[in-house]
């Protein structure tokens, strides 16, 4: 079973810098492919940034320049650095996990975090 917590959140200036962090369960993060994802009220939920199990990243054309997605696979640790931070950025962010064959079938991710919200004023 996989879970997922995220942590991080919070409010800030626009402009400032939050890090994200995401604690993954699995026996290897090396074997998921992982991702970020925001949610705005009464928006559609976007792909912030992924990375492949070969470390391979890709972001947002929104976020591209500003957020880092990054992975520490000794603490099974999935990171989203996020500089320049921009009001249009406030959304609830989840981390999610799927196994990468999943992945590259349908596009689709297995498993979800509970969500972190950032806002920027």
């Known amino acids: 079973h996989v879970q997922l917590v995220e942590s991080g959140g919070g409010s800030v200036q626009a402009g400032g810098s939050l890090r994200l962090s995401c604690a993954v369960s699995v026996s290897s993060a090396n074997d998921y492919c992982l991702g970020w994802f925001r949610q705005a009220p009464g928006k559609e939920r976007e792909g912030v940034a992924a990375?492949?199990?070969?470390?391979?990243?890709t972001c947002a054309d929104s976020v591209q320049g500003r957020f880092t997605i990054s992975i520490d696979n000794a603490k099974n640790t999935l990171s989203l650095q996020m500089n320049s931070l921009k009001p249009e950025d406030t959304a609830m962010y989840y981390c999610?996990?799927?196994?990468?064959?999943?992945?590259?079938?349908?596009?689709?991710?297995?498993?979800w975090g509970q969500g972190t919200q950032v806002t920027v004023s």
């Open positions: 999610a996990a799927t196994p990468c064959w999943l992945k590259r079938r349908n596009g689709q991710y297995a498993y």
């Open positions: 990375i492949d199990s070969d470390g391979s990243s």
